[in-house]
């Protein structure tokens, strides 16, 4: 069965926030509250949504924190899910 990766949230905030609205990264870090070196991270996908980078993104430009914490669980998932975890599942006697 072939397994889809959902994109990491941030190239959805790259392309759907910042691109979008024609912001650059120092622009929309400063309209975040957050540095630019951390909205880089984010959107070059060398750093994940924390609940609080969530509620800035919902304040922001308006799709709710439980949004971005849903996307971000889904990616988080579908990685773990490509690793091998050996582990037996336990039966009741």
């Known amino acids: 069965m072939v397994m889809h990766t959902p994109p990491r949230p941030g190239r959805l905030v790259r392309q759907e926030c910042l691109e979008a609205l024609g912001l650059s990264v120092t622009e929309g870090a400063k309209a975040l509250g957050i540095s630019r070196q951390a909205l880089n991270n984010l959107v070059h996908e060398d750093a994940g949504i924390s609940p609080e980078m969530a509620i800035r993104l919902e304040k922001a430009f308006g799709s ?3 949004t971005w914490l ?3 669980a889904a990616y988080d ?3 773990a899910r490509k690793k091998k975890i050996d582990v037996e599942r336990f039966v009741s006697a």
């Open 64 to 66: 709710t924190a439980d």
């Open 70 to 72: 849903r996307m971000q």
């Open 77 to 79: 998932l579908a990685q």
